[in-house]
């Protein structure tokens, strides 16, 4: 059984294409064989603080100083950096907003990226703890976007994965979705052929090694 934490970050969960992308990736992991223990963070009904002054004064007090209010504010945090550490895969839904990631995925990624917890410092820089879990980013957008050009999204967040050593990610890319009904479509389409793809590379890199007699 493989552990699967899910967040979606759209602010339009029914109506969102990357929610929808996010659930036809997990059937089709499901329908490859996988059994799958999935939880789902959905910031639209679970919205994510931003770090303000107060979050980081408790995060920096030690344990035992720290008031009713602080441990319960550094509680919140581990919670979500305790779902990162259980899962086996990520599966996030990544609308574009403004060039980038919604506002709350920034967030949750400040709660979860702690020096000594999800990455430490080395005499060779900073080393990510979180290895040996895969990561697939589900993104929608309303236009056509090349990374490091007008997308800053996917660079973005893959490098905040490898950051805290999530070194195997994985993209399905929904592009014009505000554009024309056709570009639309052929967009979806393309998403769909990306989770396609990746399920059948998953599936073929788990098959049963055969047994050779000597």
Known sequence: MKKVLRLHTSLFKENSVSSQLVQ?????????????????????????????????????????????????????????????????????????????????FKAWFDHVARAGVTFAYTEQGPKGLLEGKKAYLVSAMGGSHEPGQTDFLRPYVKLLMNFVGIEDVEFVTARGLNMADDVRQQGIEEARADIERLVIQHSNNHQPTEEVAA
Request: hydrophobic share 40%; charged share 30%; glycine share 2%.
């Open 24 to 104: 036809e990736l997990t059937e089709s992991l499901a329908d490859r064989g996988d059994t799958l223990d999935i939880v789902d963070r959905d910031f639209r009904e679970s919205p994510i603080p931003h770090l303000d002054a107060e979050r980081l004064q408790a995060l920096s007090t030690a344990k035992d100083e720290r008031s009713a209010k602080q441990t319960a504010l550094v509680d919140y945090s581990d919670s979500l950096i305790e779902e990162v550490q259980e899962a086996d895969v990520l599966i996030i839904a990544l609308p574009m907003y403004n060039f980038s990631v919604p506002s709350m």
